[in-house]
């Protein structure tokens, strides 16, 4: 819970590098030129969270549904959302700001006090818990997992000493929004993962909203297989045929009803109007980058656009390390550019993306590079600085 609040309090305040130009650089000592570079490595290390149109559907629906619980005065259960994705395609950023902004709201409206708390305890106050689902995730294991972050002991309880403590303390901490991200850890094929699909509609009668994130849940025995509806972008789930083939049905038909599931798509290149989506978020990821050269244009015109997308998918969170990876050789082979031939010397691997289970599905598929053209690149290692900013000569 520290931590989370930490983050909530701290997002924003990270200031980028300054926007210099070559000749202003060349102007600097060697000292503040290294200083001036460790910033920018810095800044390309933690760019922004850039919304899309994809991005701000999930966001909108996540916040609606919390809001909708959150400030309802019935009791009884929450509609919950299932956030389903593709690996690097920004779930947990997406989820995570939208949770942040209405936590921020709920604390103002409420003057940072419980409403419904007793004397003595206005200072437990967890608007928003945050939560990943173990790997291999029993009943016993989840509640525990939710209890760490609330700072609970619960050394030597029962399963059923656990649920009840996990009660208390959503109630304790007028938690409005609990989040399990990395759902589709659950596989569904033990006995003990069922056991937790009904702990968490237990969950859900507490007041709060269940948001579950993760990958290919429609496929995961989360819901019954589902079918995406590309007119109305919503999955849809057929009737039950076969009640004998899942250990427990029932539980599949409840999430039905009482979850509501959107799909978190990469970018698409098939139509014009899904192109100048690409473009558009290509020159926002631009105006965040600090390279010498004037960056506009540099991802978003030419030839760019469809290359990048061929080297990512159109899947933001590999866009992201591919773009981070290039800002760095372009500093220090003093290019101060991003192109084809310098972008072809880059490799995003699964160890760019260490918190992503390969097992479960959230690693993306890495599509190939090809060979990067040698004298193109023995021609960008020669980039020099002169006082008009840089140029490029013989290495001779």
Same mark, same amino acid.
């Given at each position: 819970?520290?931590?989370?609040?930490?983050?909530?309090?701290?997002?924003?305040?990270?200031?980028?590098?300054?926007?210099?130009?070559?000749?202003?650089?060349?102007?600097?000592?060697?000292?503040?030129?290294?200083?001036?570079?460790?910033?920018?490595?810095?800044?390309?290390?933690?760019?922004?969270?850039?919304?899309?149109?994809?991005?701000?559907?999930?966001?909108?629906?996540?916040?609606?549904?919390?809001?909708?619980?959150?400030?309802?005065?019935?009791?009884?259960?929450?509609?919950?959302?299932?956030?389903?994705?593709?690996?690097?395609?920004?779930?947990?950023?997406?989820?995570?700001?939208?949770?942040?902004?209405?936590?921020?709201?709920?604390?103002?409206?409420?003057?940072?006090?419980?409403?419904?708390?007793?004397?003595?305890?206005?200072?437990?106050?967890?608007?928003?818990?945050?939560?990943?689902?173990?790997?291999?995730?029993?009943?016993?294991?989840?509640?525990?997992?939710?209890?760490?972050?609330?700072?609970?002991?619960?050394?030597?309880?029962?399963?059923?000493?656990?649920?009840?403590?996990?009660?208390?303390?959503?109630?304790?901490?007028?938690?409005?929004?609990?989040?399990?991200?990395? !759902?589709?850890?659950?596989?569904? /094929?033990?006995? &003990?993962?069922?056991?937790? =699909?009904? %702990? +968490?509609?237990?969950?859900?009668? #507490?007041?709060?909203?269940?948001?579950?994130?993760?990958?290919?849940?429609?496929?995961?025995?989360?819901?019954?297989?589902?079918?995406?509806?590309?007119?109305?972008?919503?999955?849809?789930?057929?009737?039950?045929?076969?009640?004998?083939?899942?250990?427990?049905?029932?539980?599949?038909?409840?999430?039905?009803?009482?979850?509501?599931?959107?799909?978190?798509?990469?970018?698409?290149?098939?139509?014009?109007?899904? !192109?100048?989506?690409?473009?558009? /978020?290509?020159? &926002?990821?631009?105006?965040? =980058?600090? %390279? +010498?050269?004037?960056?506009?244009? #540099?991802?978003?015109?030419?030839?760019?656009?469809?290359?990048?997308?061929?080297?990512?998918?159109?899947?933001?969170?590999?866009?992201?390390?591919?773009?981070?990876?290039?800002?760095?050789?372009?500093?220090?082979?003093?290019?101060?550019?991003?192109?084809?031939?310098?972008?072809?010397?880059?490799?995003?691997?699964?160890?760019?993306?260490?918190?992503?289970?390969?097992?479960?599905?959230?690693?993306?598929?890495?599509?190939?590079?090809?060979?990067?053209?040698?004298? &193109?690149?023995?021609?960008?290692?020669?980039?020099?600085?002169?006082?008009?900013?840089?140029?490029?000569?013989?290495?001779?």
């Amino acid at each position: 819970m520290e931590g989370w609040q930490r983050w909530i309090r701290t997002r924003d305040l990270f200031v980028p590098a300054p926007v210099m130009s070559a000749n202003q650089y060349l102007q600097l000592t060697p000292r503040r030129r290294r200083l001036h570079d460790l910033h920018r490595l810095a800044t390309h290390s933690s760019l922004p969270v850039l919304s899309t149109p994809m991005s701000d559907a999930v966001a909108w629906l996540v916040k609606a549904r919390i809001e909708d619980g959150a400030y309802s005065h019935k009791a009884g259960i929450r509609t919950g959302v299932m956030v389903n994705g593709g690996g690097a395609q920004g779930k947990t950023e997406t989820v995570c700001a939208a949770l942040a902004a209405f936590e921020d709201e709920w604390l103002e409206v409420n003057e940072y006090m419980n409403p419904q708390a007793m004397a003595g305890t206005r200072d437990l106050l967890a608007p928003v818990a945050y939560v990943r689902c173990p790997v291999k995730a029993t009943p016993v294991s989840t509640c525990k997992r939710i209890l760490d972050f609330y700072g609970e002991d619960y050394k030597n309880m029962r399963q059923e000493d656990l649920v009840r403590t996990v009660n208390a303390a959503i109630t304790a901490h007028a938690t409005k929004a609990l989040v399990i991200d990395d !759902i589709t850890r659950l596989k569904l /094929h033990r006995e &003990s993962d069922q056991d937790v =699909l009904d %702990l +968490l509609l237990e969950v859900m009668s #507490m007041s709060v909203t269940l948001i579950l994130v993760g990958v290919g849940i429609p496929f995961s025995g989360l819901l019954r297989r589902g079918r995406f509806d590309p007119a109305t972008k919503q999955w849809t789930i057929p009737p039950v045929k076969d009640r004998g083939r899942s250990p427990n049905p029932e539980a599949a038909t409840q999430h039905e009803r009482r979850f509501e599931m959107i799909e978190l798509e990469p970018f698409g290149y098939g139509s014009s109007a899904q !192109i100048g989506a690409w473009e558009d /978020h290509l020159v &926002s990821v631009e105006q965040n =980058l600090r %390279l +010498l050269n004037d960056t506009e244009g #540099m991802l978003s015109t030419g030839s760019m656009p469809e290359y990048l997308f061929s080297r990512t998918n159109g899947v933001v969170g590999l866009l992201e390390k591919l773009i981070q990876r290039g800002c760095r050789l372009a500093i220090e082979d003093g290019s101060e550019r991003l192109d084809e031939a310098l972008l072809n010397s880059c490799r995003v691997s699964p160890t760019d993306l260490p918190d992503l289970d390969a097992e479960s599905g959230e690693q993306p598929l890495i599509p190939p590079v090809r060979n990067p053209s040698r004298k &193109s690149r023995a021609k960008k290692r020669n980039t020099v600085f002169d006082d008009s900013g840089p140029t490029a000569e013989s290495a001779g």
